[in-house]
């Protein structure tokens, strides 16, 4: 994988760098992740907190209560609206870029989809690739790292 790796928002005042080789990243099908991107599904890679830098701009935040009484807090430009990152309030080792913002969003490897229950009917799923019902376990992504 190409680190360290950059990306930013649509319009390009939010600007970031990442340094380190994601834990993971995925497809999630949740209506939450529906409703924020306007598309049929999320793209999250999580990743290190220390290994990101923001090179550029100040995002806007916006809180959410998740299913797990989590706290999720969206970080996205105030000028074009792209979701950039997010914190989980359970998860302080790991955080999330979202997928599409980066430079290149090609080489990631998607090794999960999940919340496959509210998933579009339409939407194909690599058969090679694990599929949740719901949220899993992340901790095995985490291991050794
Ligand atoms: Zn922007
Ligand atoms: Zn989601």
């Not at 430009?77 to 980066?102: E, I, K, P, W, Y």
């Not at 989809?113 to 992504?141: C, H």
Request: proline share 6%; net charge negative; glycine share 10%.
């Amino acid at each position: 994988m190409p680190v360290p790796f950059s990306g930013g928002c649509s319009c390009g005042a939010i600007r970031y760098t990442c340094t380190e080789e994601p834990f993971v990243s995925y497809l999630c099908h949740c209506t939450e992740c529906q409703k924020r991107t306007g598309s049929a599904f999320g793209i999250s890679v999580l990743v290190p907190p220390k290994s990101f830098r923001l090179d550029k701009g100040t995002p806007k935040t916006r809180e959410r209560i998740a299913d797990s009484g989590n706290v999720i807090t969206f970080h996205f430009c105030g000028d074009c609206g792209t979701n950039v990152f997010a914190d989980n309030s359970a998860r302080a080792h790991a955080m999330g870029l979202f997928g599409g913002t980066l430079d290149d969003p090609d080489w990631l490897p998607i090794q999960a989809n999940i919340w496959t229950d509210s998933a579009l009917g339409w939407v194909q799923m690599d058969e090679t690739v694990e599929r949740f019902a719901k949220v899993p376990d992340f901790s095995k992504y985490f291991a050794g790292r």
